[in-house]
């Protein structure tokens, strides 16, 4: 079974910094991706950013694109989103998701595991 548990959220300013974890555990061959969606009540998933463990490339979407990084670290099974120049409408809770890699990466269905979210709010 596989387990994610993100961490990392909380309150910043806007222009400040967050960085997000992924830990997974039970990941078991297989080309898997680790996603990161939000959402803000009323609004569906967005799907923000996504990395392949296999070979490491990265995805974003265009609204956190060079602001928004994301890092692998296989040894610890971790993904972090390193999340800079935040903005208000950046304000959403934040989740990890992990599923065999595809390349509708920002799909949410695409992904069979979720992690439980965590909040981040950035105020102006």
């Known amino acids: 079974e596989v387990q994610l548990a993100e961490s990392g959220g909380g309150l910043v300013q806007v222009g400040g910094s967050l960085t997000l974890s992924c830990a997974a555990s039970?990941?078991?061959?297989?080309?898997?991706?680790i996603g990161w969606f939000r959402q803000v009540p009323g609004k569906q998933r967005e799907g923000i950013a996504c990395?392949?463990?296999?070979?490491?490339?990265?995805y974003s979407a265009d609204s956190v694109k060079g602001r928004f990084t994301l890092s692998r670290d296989n040894a610890k099974n971790t993904v972090s989103l390193q999340m800079n120049s935040l903005k208000p409408e950046d304000t959403a809770v934040y989740y990890c998701?992990?599923?065999?890699?595809?390349?509708?990466?920002?799909?949410?269905?695409?992904?069979?595991?979720w992690g439980q979210g965590t909040q981040v709010t950035v105020s102006s």
């Open positions: 998701a992990a599923g065999v890699w595809h390349r509708d990466w920002d799909i949410d269905d695409e992904y069979d595991s």
């Open positions: 039970g990941l078991r061959g297989g080309e898997y991706a």
């Open positions: 990395v392949g463990l296999t070979d490491g490339s990265t």
